[in-house]
């Protein structure tokens, strides 16, 4: 069977950005009955798209050392705002009024107009003294010249494709499997290799994670490559997915009404497989085209199958000889760092670290690494948990001697926001310094990289987010027609800072502040106008673990007519990943308005993180490790609630639900068949049931290398015997990353028991819950929980929905 990516209506990949998403808040509707119930929970899933709380979030887009713009969301739309922080000052970026008129003017049919509160830009980009914007609109692309309010159409279109030299003269791309080279003076092009094939290409993502082609061949992706500083070379990866295994996939139900269903295959590299993708890390002179090949074994794909180029896991030394890669051995429990001699291709090991479960270089796997090269003086900040706690190191790229750490405590490092080169300071957040404080609440510092004295610069009972270019979440954005290559919550010149201050139970403030960490002004308070007088704000909570010791944190979701006289079942909203947290920070997290929409049906849902989960100390990590099924401890999930029911006597905990989408979907049905006399009824979405089936990088991270029945322990169909309760499973059965396999390797196992469940199959899906699978989880806990009749024929777009439209509304 042979791969075809033409046939694929969505990668599984890209499908994934819609659950790092959510709403905002609910949106009004009439009081009483389950018809109103409902219609309320689908105005929650609907809330972001209507805009109800406005600048929950800000992204801000440096244009200077002083100055940024970001996108201001008003009642009927959005205006362009710049930020002037030496002053302090708002202002809009250009008039809005004029930009829509000049854009109307091109229009054919200038009768259509151009809302100037809803100014169609895509990837726009600021620069310039004076300020010259350049973007994309009705299908051209424009260069504005704002003082002059001079709009101009560019001849010579930029290429959002293109990978720039530093020297600007120079654009590399991806056409067909190779890389090509563009004079950016001439628009002459030439290829820089030629050996490139389907499945070793060069500067791409593994077949795996989906990759994106135009009709005419050429990539819609920036290449997976680095310029030299000098701009003469670039090192890359070549990408073998040649003898990784094909998981095939059968679209069932064509979305052009063919009848005959379509086959296709992805290479999908499974726990325990002999062959996984590979990368040779290669040096390229765009003068003389000539390859040198790095010295070195081929380097496993690892992480979320990212490469050691998009992964942040390589880098040039100042002298445009010498360059870096991370090497992360296959299980992730031997990491290395490699010095590249780009004109001979020899290497040497600098130092490694080892580990005996695995090493995290971040504190999120699906972003980019933590760790920051300072080529200046070859010195590397090097990101460890080392210590139990998340640390960060500096190291002597000239021999690879360990200098100092830089942070030490028992308390971790959440990211690594930026550095003050010319000060030598990191600018970091941290969290769980403060006793008594929710632990994921982050905090602002700067650290002096030569002394490790540390600066708190912002802090209170609330999460302090900085934007990060490591934020996997601005993905999201860029599908949305965002240029997300500016944004960043540390000023270029390391003297400002923009921090949102957040929780899940009030609206969010965003400031700016200078390096002291002094309150310049306030850029935005989030609006709530547009809630409806029934809203009502969850509940933050901290509970102990299973073990009586550990601290677990939790927010609770009340249905907005909510009595303390009556009696309510309970929904648990688990997400059973050991790769992130769950419980919300602040209304935009994923879990917030899954959580929102099903407590608004007559349920009090909770959303916790047990152990096993990131985002803490590495003990709290790697509790899970070697036994994935551990991953958000269920026994802590169980002690929580019951620690809830006593604090609030009208929660019932003879009713007790789960509901989980992807690691989610997984841990629900692992709790439904470990715990069947605990829960009740559960909804599994999406759920990898079965690492055996699922990515090897994840698999071998968490439950280590596959040998004989080690896995055994974590997969679904080793419980099946054990169902008790009402379970419901929902499945798209396009999604090739999380297979539809282990779906029916479980229902089959379940079948030979002879156990009953129910089961939602979506042909045309992906990794994704639209409306109709959202209403049938709806009415299953509706049904089969509350002991109520759903409301007929109810039909609404789930905040999946919405969010797809918007992307494909992008393109």
């Known amino acids: 069977m042979s791969s075809s990516h033409q046939s694929r209506p969505i990668t599984w990949f890209s499908a994934l950005l819609l659950t790092m998403i959510s709403v905002a808040a609910p949106l ?175 500067g791409v993502s593994p077949d795996a994670k989906g990759r994106f082609e135009t009709d005419a061949g050429r990539s819609s992706m920036v290449p997976e490559a680095i310029w030299s500083p000098d701009s003469k070379r670039i090192i890359t990866a070549q990408v073998d997915d040649r003898q990784v295994l094909e998981l095939p996939i059968i679209s069932f139900a064509p979305p052009d009404g063919s009848i005959r269903p379509l086959a296709f295959s992805v290479k999908v590299a499974l726990p325990g497989d002999k062959h996984i993708t590979q990368f040779r890390m290669v040096s390229i002179d765009v003068e003389t085209k000539k390859q040198v090949p790095a010295h070195y074994p081929t380097l496993p794909a690892v992480r979320m199958n990212d490469t050691p180029l998009g992964g942040n896991r390589s880098w040039w030394h100042k002298d445009g000889r010498r360059a870096y890669f991370v090497e992360i051995q296959r299980g992730e429990q031997l990491v290395r760092v490699v010095e590249f001699d780009t004109e001979t291709g020899s290497t040497r090991v600098l130092f490694e670290e080892t580990s005996d479960t695995y090493i995290d270089l971040a504190p999120n796997v699906y972003g980019p690494t933590s760790i920051v090269p300072l080529p200046e003086t070859n010195e590397l900040i090097w990101y460890s948990e080392r210590s139990g706690w998340a640390h960060l190191f500096l190291y002597d790229l000239n021999d690879g001697r360990l200098i100092r750490p830089i942070t030490q405590g028992d308390w971790l490092v959440r990211d690594v926001i930026g550095v003050d080169r010319e000060r030598r300071e990191v600018y970091i957040t941290l969290a769980g310094r403060t006793a008594g404080k929710d632990p994921y609440y982050r905090e602002v510092a700067r650290v002096g990289l030569d002394t490790g004295n540390l600066t708190i610069l912002s802090e209170s009972d609330a999460d302090h987010l900085v934007y990060t270019q490591n934020d996997f979440g601005l993905t999201v954005f860029q599908a949305f027609g965002e240029d997300i290559s500016s944004i960043s919550g540390l000023a270029p010149s390391s003297n400002y800072f923009v921090e949102t201050q957040q929780r899940p139970d009030r609206p969010a403030r965003t400031v700016l502040r200078n390096r002291q960490g002094e309150e310049i002004m306030i850029v935005e308070a989030a609006d709530t106008s547009g809630l409806p007088e029934w809203w009502r704000w969850p509940e933050p909570v901290q509970l102990k673990a299973a073990d009586g010791e550990t601290d677990i944190s939790g927010v609770v979701f009340w249905p907005s007519d909510y009595s303390a006289e009556e009696s309510y079942p309970i929904i648990d909203h688990i997400y059973g990943g050991p790769q992130v947290s769950n419980v919300p920070e602040g209304l935009t997290d994923s879990s917030f308005g899954v959580a929102a929409s099903l407590a608004e049906l007559g349920f009090v849902v909770v959303v916790i993180d047990g152990r096993g989960t990131a985002e803490r100390d590495r003990a709290f990590h790697h509790f899970s490790f070697g036994a994935a099924h551990t991953a958000s401890n269920v026994e802590d999930h169980i002690v929580g609630i019951r620690q809830l029911a006593e604090q609030y006597p009208s929660i019932d905990t003879t009713r007790v639900g789960i509901y989980g989408f992807s690691g989610g979907g997984y841990m629900t049905a692992n709790a439904m068949l470990r715990f069947p006399n605990f829960f009740d009824v559960g909804v599994s979405a999406s759920g990898n049931h079965d690492q055996r089936l699922f990515w090897h990088s994840w698999g071998e991270r968490y439950q280590g290398l596959l040998e004989d029945e080690n896995y055994l322990n974590q997969a679904n169909i080793t419980y099946a015997k054990n169902l008790k309760g009402k379970l419901l499973f929902i499945h798209g059965l396009m999604d090739h990353g999380v297979h539809p396999g282990g779906l029916f390797q479980l229902t089959q196992a379940l079948m030979n028991e002879n156990k009953d469940f129910d089961l939602v199959l979506l042909p045309q899906n992906a990794h994704e819950l639209p409306g109709y699978a959202t209403r049938q989880m709806w009415d299953y806990f509706v049904r089969h929980l509350r002991g109520s009749e759903p409301p007929a024929n109810f039909s609404f777009k789930s905040s999946s929905d919405l969010i797809m439209e918007r992307i494909l509304g992008n393109r």
């Open 28 to 202: 009004s509707a009439q009081e009483g009955g389950m018809r109103a119930r409902y219609e309320r929970a689908a105005e929650i899933q609907a809330a972001e798209h209507d805009r109800w709380v406005l600048n929950q979030r800000l992204l801000p887009h440096w244009i200077d050392g002083y100055r940024f713009w970001y996108k201001r969301e008003i009642r009927d739309g959005y205006v362009y705002s710049l930020v002037d922080a030496q002053i302090g000052e708002i202002a809009n970026l250009f008039d809005h009024g004029v930009l829509a008129q000049a854009l109307a003017a091109s229009l054919e049919n200038d009768t259509v107009g151009v809302d100037p509160n809803e100014l169609p830009l895509q990837t726009l980009r600021v620069r310039g003294e004076p300020l010259i914007a350049e973007f994309s609109a009705l299908g051209q692309n424009w260069r504005y010249t704002i003082a002059q309010d001079h709009l101009e159409v560019i001849k010579n279109s930029p290429n959002y494709e293109l990978l720039l030299s530093p020297d600007e003269k120079k654009g590399a791309f991806i056409r067909g499997y190779n890389l090509w080279l563009r004079d950016i003076v001439t628009g002459e092009e030439s290829p820089l290799t030629t050996d490139g094939e389907q499945f070793y290409a060069y």
